[in-house]
């Protein structure tokens, strides 16, 4: 097999990614994208471990590493990404640029409340 079959693909996987991570805007779906470029990484590792022949098969073990950070780095995510829209009511990163209180609240000024709820 030749190494530009994987390697086009993981190409092809890691630019629908950054894509992905540059044009959405729901936290999720950017969740998502890094996996996906991260996939695409985990494919070239492998392909290229193949293809020196390494008797050691550090590219798999590096892809093994890659999987568990991977794992934890979408359980931390998806528990903030949760937690803000829990507080916020939405998910979009436009909406999360500034995490900060809203001004005035330090000096004890009652906010309006534009939440969906204060609304009905």
């Known amino acids: 097999m030749h190494l530009a079959y994987p390697a086009v693909l993981a190409v092809l996987l890691f630019c ?11 936290a999720i ?17 492998v392909a290229f471990d193949v293809w020196l022949r390494d ?10 590493f ?17 937690l803000v829209y829990r507080n ?13 209180e809203k001004p005035g609240a330090a000096d004890g000024e009652p906010q309006p409340d534009t939440t969906a709820e204060a609304a009905a």
């Open 88 to 100: 916020r009511g939405s998910s979009d990163i436009d909406r999360l640029r500034d995490l900060a």
């Open 55 to 64: 008797t050691l098969h550090a590219g798999q073990a590096l892809t093994l």
């Open 16 to 26: 629908t990614g950054l894509y992905g991570v540059l044009a959405r805007r729901n």
């Open 29 to 45: 779906l950017v969740l998502m994208s890094v996996e996906l470029m991260l996939n695409a990484v985990n494919l070239n590792l």
């Open 66 to 82: 890659t999987i568990a950070i991977a794992a934890a780095e979408i359980g931390i995510g998806l528990a903030i990404v949760l």
